[in-house]
């Protein structure tokens, strides 16, 4: 794990070059020091317009351009700093405490932001000013790394929303479910967040993002014994021939997931 500081950094993700198209994986409490409660994204975001203007009490957060660019401007309560951000293996780092701004989108751009913490409307500091009264006087709590139990068979190492693995063995590609993601659209763009064990049935503990697929190309092609997962066409559109009446892809007010049971095979 890279070594994180209370302050704004860059962090790389790996980054696996195929021939099919490319890949990045973000995993919790590994390429990030907290573990995953949320996770979304925001697009359809029109030129000149701002995102963010906020800072969070509580929550860490990893801030990526799964697609196109866009800067980030963080303020830490002394000073500001503006990051350009265009790649999708590298993500931003902030601790709470960090009053950002995201602005200067690029036609397409996709925001992708992975958060520490449920939605809490408490955890919001708006004003910058009193943003900047608080910091004053806060004093920085350390990181604590939980590392995720060793063995899944032990009750207490059970999480909430946890796959039923008798269940799972049984499943068949009529348990895949194309369920209907929340959207939240207003004049400087949309967002769709997925929080842990409620709009998803279950805890994520790794995000991975495919891109730069050459045409004709598919990627898959295997199953997973215990993983559920949620596949979902963040931008542009995503066909599983595996399942030929589903597909994924960005509609005109919905967004969808394809959540998978383990033991079935995708191939995108």
């Known amino acids: 794990m890279p070594i994180f500081e209370e302050k704004a950094q860059i962090v790389q993700f790996p980054k696996f070059l195929d021939e099919r198209g490319n890949l990045s994986v973000v995993e919790s409490q590994k390429q990030v020091p907290f573990r995953f409660r949320r996770c979304y994204w925001i697009y359809d975001v029109p030129g000149g317009e701002l995102r963010g203007s906020h800072a969070f009490k509580n929550q860490h957060e990893v801030i990526v351009a799964l697609s196109g660019s866009f800067d980030a401007v963080i303020h830490d309560g002394k000073e500001e700093k503006r990051y350009s951000l265009s790649r999708s293996y590298y ?48 004093t920085p709590t350390p990181l604590q790394y939980a590392p995720e139990a060793a063995s899944a068979k032990s009750p207490d190492s059970v999480c909430v929303g946890a796959p039923d693995i008798g269940a799972v063995k049984a499943a068949t590609i009529d348990d895949c479910v194309l369920m209907t993601l929340p959207r939240h659209s207003e004049r400087s763009g949309s967002l769709t967040s997925l929080e842990n064990s409620k709009e998803i049935p279950f805890d994520v503990k790794r995000i991975f993002y495919l891109y730069d697929i050459p045409g004709g190309e598919n990627r898959g092609g295997h199953a997973h014994k215990e993983c559920h997962q949620m596949l979902v066409a963040a931008s542009g559109a995503v066909l599983r021939p595996a399942c030929p009446a589903r597909s994924l892809g960005r509609r005109t007010e919905l967004l969808f997931g394809l959540h998978l049971p383990g033991a079935d095979l995708a191939r995108v």
Request: hydrophobic residues 35%.
């Open 91 to 138: 993500g931003l780092y902030l601790p709470p405490m960090h009053y950002r701004t995201l602005d200067n989108f690029s036609t397409n751009s996709l925001a992708l932001v992975i958060s520490s913490t449920p939605y809490e409307e408490d955890d919001y500091i708006w004003e910058r000013d009193e943003f900047c009264r608080m910091k004053s006087a806060w």
